[in-house]
């Protein structure tokens, strides 16, 4: 197909599947990915083959590639001054700043909104996480079999009333992986936005794929939608 993300770069610190298997198809697309992992163990989705947890065939390790394919890699140590230096530096020529990394961890390494736009006004700031940046959870991370497939009501809602207990997922990383294609839709709409707008956008989704749209399309719509659903509500 058309490389319609060419000339696109994303920065990505992010690790397993829900997050990076985003970018992975902006690379598809075209798009030049440079993904940082932890200097000495890489992304904690290698450990599950070197651990044995999971069974990956010894000449392609089928898990990262779902999530990495096509993408650079730099080894960076960010807990160290040279190291979030040279994050930075890559930050000014990027694009967007992709991430999965929950709000603590974020300001703990220091990459978080303001920290990345001090070096790059223009960059759309996207993070992925388990529950969600705001609210009483947003510190808890999760995996799809809870937060996409349980505690979203998916599984709930493919239960049949005959079955004693709720189904699993069809396969592993099916949350993840869905969860990632609106994350790319997300980003490409960022994208859009800021060629229209100028204005560079934070995006926002969890893993209960609800996206937080309000950094998109700006306060003033959501105040709308909001009002529009109380009146709605005051009519039943």
Known sequence: MTQVMQGVRVLEVAEHTFVPAASALLSDWGAEVIKIEPVERGDAMRGLASTGLAIVPNNI??????????????GLDLSTPEGIEILYRLAATADIFLTNKL???REKLKIDVDDIRAHNPNIIYVRGTGQGDRGPDRDKG???NLAFWLRSGVALGVKRADDPYVPGPPGP????????MTIAGG???ALFHRERTGEAPIVDVDLQLRPHRRHLVGEEHVARRRQLVEDVAALV
């Not at 390790?61 to 730099?74: A, D, P, T």
């Not at 990383?173 to 990632?180: E, L, M, N, T």
């Open 142 to 144: 999760s995996y799809d």
């Open 61 to 74: 390790h089928v898990l990262m590639e779902h999530s990495n394919r096509g993408k650079k890699s730099l």
């Open 187 to 189: 980003m490409m709409g």
């Open 173 to 180: 990383g099916f949350g993840d992986s869905i969860g990632a």
């Open 103 to 105: 709000p603590r961890v």
